[in-house]
């Protein structure tokens, strides 16, 4: 077992040559939202460009789309018909798959059964690396084979973990640290345990991250780990790199934002923070 420490950063970030261009450092696509959630789609993708990711797509529901797209000048937005994902969207979405480099799927998608059909389908026909979150672990659950074979990380908090898994999880991390990399094994993919120590298992590599605060605990700070781990992997990193780099990267940018808000810290405060995090590579740095 490994500790994630700053040094990673050495491996996500390198020199780059004066004739770099866009798309030399990846294009992301996030599949996400519902007419009942917007912002999830977008905390990932202001995540990962802030991490570094040339380009990011984001596609949503039509209405959903056209919300994303006010936040900010930098988010693309792609509109799909209806109010939810369903299958009649899943030619299109995989039509966008093309020129993209890694995926974002499941923030703000809900749990409705013809989302679930959706999410199935799609990842059973993806080739690029995917990052499976939130509402789509719980498709994911329905259906584990779908991902076999391909380059996945899976981004649960223990009850994320128990609906894919059957297994509940208490705060002993020794016994995280046993259950993890089992059923890593078992799905043949990457998985990032979230919580006050992350634990990250591919099912033969083990770490643990233990960047983070007590004040993360507001709605989105698992969407920018998200989009972190889809810009690592967009970048071209394997799926234990990005996804220890990316729980070093949100935890330290979420420590940043906690001194400086304590209480009321926001999704939208770490993000700011992953700049200052992602240009230091001395640990002293970190101190001021």
């Known amino acids: 077992m490994q500790v994630v420490g700053k040094s990673i950063l050495k491996q996500v970030y390198k020199k780059r040559q004066p004739w770099s261009k866009k798309y030399d450092f990846g294009h992301l696509l996030v599949i996400g939202g519902s007419k009942l959630y917007s912002g999830s789609p977008a905390f990932n993708a202001l995540a990962a460009l802030r991490a570094g990711v040339d380009l990011v797509t984001i596609v949503a529901p039509e209405k959903t789309a056209y919300v994303i797209r006010s936040f900010k000048p930098d988010l693309i937005a792609f509109p799909v018909e209806g109010d939810f994902f369903t299958i009649k969207n899943l030619d299109e979405v995989l039509e966008l798959t093309n020129g993209k480099s890694a995926v974002v799927i499941g923030g703000g998608m809900s749990r409705r059964e013809e989302v679930k059909d959706f999410v199935l389908e799609f990842l059973r026909r993806v080739e690029l690396p995917v990052v499976i979150d939130a509402d789509a672990i719980h498709a994911l659950a ?32 020794k016994k995280r640290l046993e259950l993890v990399p089992n059923v890593a094994r078992e799905l043949q993919a990457t998985i990032l345990l979230k919580g006050h120590i992350d634990v990250i298992s591919d099912g033969v590599k083990t770490a643990i991250n233990k960047t983070g605060s007590p004040y993360m605990t507001k709605g989105g700070l698992g969407d920018t780990l998200a989009g972190i781990c889809g810009c690592y992997l967009a970048r071209g990193l394997d799926t234990f790199t990005a ?17 400086k808000y304590g209480e009321s810290l926001l999704a939208s405060d770490l993000i700011e923070e992953i700049p200052k995090v992602v240009k230091r590579r001395n640990f002293l740095d970190f101190l001021i």
């Open 243 to 259: 996804a220890c780099a990316a729980a070093f990267v949100n935890g330290k940018a979420g420590e940043l934002a906690a001194k």
């Open 142 to 173: 329905k259906e584990k084979d779908v991902i076999k074979g391909k380059k996945v990380i899976i981004t649960p908090h223990s009850y994320e973990f128990f609906v894919l898994s059957g297994i509940s999880l208490d705060l002993d991390l």
